[in-house]
T-cell receptor
């Protein structure tokens, strides 16, 4: 079974600063995937970034990067140059490499960007 | 617009009733996943279909059932509703059961169910 832990229920950051959202995972699978999703107050789930367990490079997508430390089982999301529109819930999720490809989500971190 | 369409967006119903939530996956996606998001349980996987067949089951109650039709749209049926079933129900889709891992599973905007 997979487990995702997000230890920060809420985070605050000043506009234009960088912020790191923590995520640790627990899995016995050799092959797995890690995701970050953003959920604004409107409710939709927006895919941000993906990291495969065999990817040697950290994933980056625009202002988002994933700090993947396999030995520590951590997959922290780094948002650079925060914008007011980044205020939202952020969920870390994992996918098993087995036949069941469901996502397991953490409880989320509520990010508030202050002007 | 993510390409995954969920209807209705909002639903208010009474305890004991039955409702059907509908999901049309993104064009070309064969796999559909249902998730429930509630304040106390967070995001929970319910069930997955791939090309019409059930592939995986999660924490889905016996009062709940789902199916995927030949045109690939899916329906989630919730019966004998209880107050605790109030939640946001998401549908997500991916090309295949594993290919979504690279491109990210695409979520619909959800159906907010309120049971009164």
């Amino acid at each position: 079974a997979q487990k995702i832990t997000q230890t920060q229920p809420g985070m605050f950051v000043q506009e234009k600063e960088a912020v790191t959202l923590d995520c640790t995972y627990d899995t016995s699978d050799q092959s797995y995937g890690l995701f970050w999703y953003k959920q604004p107050s409107s409710g939709e789930m927006i895919f941000l970034i993906y990291q495969g367990s065999y990817d040697e490079q950290n994933a980056t997508e625009g202002r988002y990067s994933l700090n993947f430390q396999k030995a520590r089982k951590s997959a922290n999301l780094v948002i650079s140059a925060s914008q007011l529109g980044d205020s939202a819930m952020y969920f870390c999720a994992s996918r098993s490499g087995g036949s069941n490809y469901k996502l397991t989500f953490g409880k989320g971190t509520l990010l508030t960007v202050n002007p | 617009d993510s390409g995954v369409t969920q209807t209705p967006k909002h639903l208010i119903t009474a305890t004991g009733q039955r409702v059907t939530l509908r999901c049309s996956p993104r064009s070309g996606d064969l796999s559909v996943y249902w998730y429930q998001q509630s304040l106390d349980q967070g995001l929970q996987f319910l069930i997955q279909y791939y090309n019409g067949e059930e592939r995986a089951k999660g924490n889905i109650l016996e009062r709940f059932s789902a199916q995927q039709f030949p045109d690939l749209h899916s329906e989630l049926n919730l019966s004998s509703l209880e107050l605790g079933d109030s939640a946001l129900y998401f549908c997500a889709s991916s090309v295949g059961p594993g290919q979504g891992a690279v491109y990210g599973y695409t979520f619909g905007s959800g159906t907010r169910l309120t049971v009164v």
